[in-house]
């Protein structure tokens, strides 16, 4: 890979990986309602498991979907309905030590499966391999996956850190409430692109 396709590939990750989409919004919610520390382990799982899936991708997974049209249709139901599910957590989340016990952050696990049904992951990940990647190889797939796995990490924190930031200001049931039913809405809202999705 030149040094101006690498660097064009990094502004890529960068803008892709900051912009509001369900992982940012999910992750302000935490950072919110758990504190940026206990969010560390959603962050880390968006980012490797953003990385696993762009270079699974390069290697022909998005190729499945071209072959066999129903598993699309699958994808997107199972996105509509756990994003829903999610956005109903955020919704209902309690005030910090509450003492609602069931309550927790996203888990390593859960994140990087996430990336699966998310599709903002989905069309960096394929447009990263079409763009970025001029002739197929592993090496190439594999260097697209490293500079995500660079960049995203950073650029999702300022979204946790910024739910830290205005923890202290939405203390109040109210504003906190209010928050949280508009993370939620976004998050619905972000559900838009999975009906449109085209690989």
Known sequence: MTLDLLLALLGFAFVTSV????????????????GFRRTVPHMLGISLGHSVMVFLVGMGLAGVFQAWPPALVGLKVLSVAYMLWLAWKIAHAAAPGEGRSAARPMRFHEAAAFQW???????????????????PS???YAVVALVFAAVNLPSVSVWAGAGQLVRRWLEGPGRLAAFNWTMAGLLVLSLWPVVTLRL
């Open 19 to 34: 912009t509001p989409g369900p992982n940012n919004m999910m992750l302000l919610a935490s950072g919110v309602n758990f």
């Open 117 to 135: 049904v998310n599709p903002k992951a989905w069309a960096m990940a394929l447009g990263a391999v079409a763009a970025y990647v001029p002739e």
């Open 138 to 140: 592993v090496q190439g």
